[in-house]
C-alpha cells in the first residue's frame, strides 16, 4: 500500500512520524474518514470543511489548501487502485524536540498523514441487511466531541464493551440521554417521525448526519432534532445509525431488546438507498 506523509507517497513501511509528535504524545489532532464508492469520494467538501473546523478549534495551521487534500486523495486512489473503501487523514500538530504541555512555536509543521483501505463491495455491507444490536455504556468522553480528534481511547473501551455483551456497538448514554454511537450519529423512528440528537459539544457534526437529514427532508419526512432515552429508543418503531463508513446502519436491538419488529425498518433502508443512490 502506498500512503502519503507531509507531501511524499511511500510504500507503507518505509513512512516515518517523529516519536515526539504530539499526536503519538498527547493525542493532538484530528483526523477524518472518507468513503470511496466506484472510485469517487462521497460527501468530501463537507469533511474538508469540519477538518477545517476542528483545526481551527486546536489552533492548528492548516499546512495544505483545500485542492492539496482533493488532489491526495485522488492520487491515493488511483495508486492504490481503490475502488470501494475508505480513506483516512491526520493532521497532528508535530512537534519539533521535547515533551512539554504548551504547544510548540506557531511555525511548527503539523504531520499530515493519508491512507486507503480497500473494502471492496463497502456499500452491500451484510450488517445492513440484518442490522446492528448495541449495547448501552456510559458517555465518559471529554467535553468537545464537536471536535474529531484521534483521542480515541473511550470509544474504543466502548466498543469492546460492547463486542464482550455480544453486540456490534456502543450507544453512549450521558445524563440518561443517547450522545451518540462508538463512532457514529444515532436516530430512532416513532410515528414516522425522526428523532436524533440536536448538535452541540456533545456531539461530532456528522457529514453523513447532514446529508441524510436533507435528504429526509426532500422525501417529506418529519424530523425532530432533541435528545432521547435508551427506554425510549428501545420503545421506537426503528432506530439506525450514520456515518461515512457505515452510511445509514438499521440498529435492531438495544440492551437486548428488540427495536420494532428485530428487523431493518422502512424509514433507515429507504434513507440508506437515496443516501447510496445521490452517491453514485
Ligand atoms: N467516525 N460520531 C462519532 C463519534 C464519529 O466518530 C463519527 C465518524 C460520526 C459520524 O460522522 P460522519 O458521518 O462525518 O462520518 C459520529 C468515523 C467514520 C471513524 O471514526 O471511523
Redesign the pocket.
Known amino acids: 500500500r502506498t500512503v502519503y506523509v507531509n507531501g511524499d507517497y511511500l510504500p507503507e513501511d518505509e513512512a516515518k512520524v517523529s516519536v515526539f509528535d504530539r499526536g503519538f504524545l498527547m493525542a493532538d489532532g484530528v483526523y477524518e474518514?472518507v468513503s470511496v464508492l466506484d472510485g469517487k469520494l462521497l460527501d468530501f467538501d463537507g469533511?474538508l470543511a469540519?477538518l477545517n473546523r476542528s483545526l481551527d478549534a486546536l489552533e492548528i495551521a492548516n499546512p495544505l489548501a483545500d485542492a492539496d487534500y482533493l488532489a491526495a486523495h485522488r492520487e491515493l486512489v488511483a495508486r492504490n487502485g481503490i475502488t470501494d473503501g475508505l480513506i483516512y487523514l491526520q493532521v497532528t500538530r508535530g512537534n519539533p524536540g521535547d515533551r512539554d504541555f504548551a504547544y510548540p512555536p506557531k511555525d511548527t509543521r503539523p504531520t499530515v498523514v493519508m491512507f486507503t483501505q480497500s473494502k471492496p463491495g463497502l456499500a452491500d455491507q451484510p450488517a445492513a441487511r440484518t442490522g446492528w444490536k448495541v449495547a448501552s455504556v456510559e458517555d465518559l468522553r471529554w467535553g468537545r466531541?464537536d471536535i474529531?480528534t484521534v483521542q480515541?481511547l473511550y470509544?474504543s473501551m466502548a466498543k469492546m464493551e460492547a463486542k464482550a455483551r455480544g453486540c456490534d456497538d456502543a450507544w453512549l448514554v450521558e445524563d440518561g440521554k443517547v450522545t451518540?454511537?462508538?463512532?457514529?450519529?444515532v436516530y430512532i423512528v416513532k410515528d414516522g417521525v425522526i428523532v436524533t440528537r440536536e448538535l452541540s459539544h456533545d456531539?461530532?457534526h456528522?457529514?453523513?448526519?447532514a446529508a441524510v437529514l436533507r435528504l429526509a427532508k426532500e422525501a417529506q419526512m418529519r424530523i425532530e432534532e432533541r435528545s432521547f432515552t435508551i427506554a425510549e429508543a428501545q420503545a421506537a418503531d426503528e432506530a439506525f445509525a450514520?456515518?461515512?463508513?457505515a452510511f445509514v446502519m438499521p440498529v435492531v436491538g438495544i440492551d437486548g431488546v428488540s427495536v420494532g419488529d428485530g428487523a431493518p425498518g422502512p424509514v433507515a433502508k429507504r434513507l440508506r438507498e437515496i443516501y447510496l443512490e445521490e452517491s453514485r
Not at 180 to 185: A, Y
Not at 206 to 209: L, M, P, Q, Y
Not at 242 to 245: H, K, L, R, V
Open positions: 474518514v469533511h469540519r466531541r474529531k480515541l470509544p451518540e454511537g462508538s463512532s457514529n450519529n456531539i461530532l456528522g457529514i453523513t448526519r450514520t456515518s461515512a463508513s
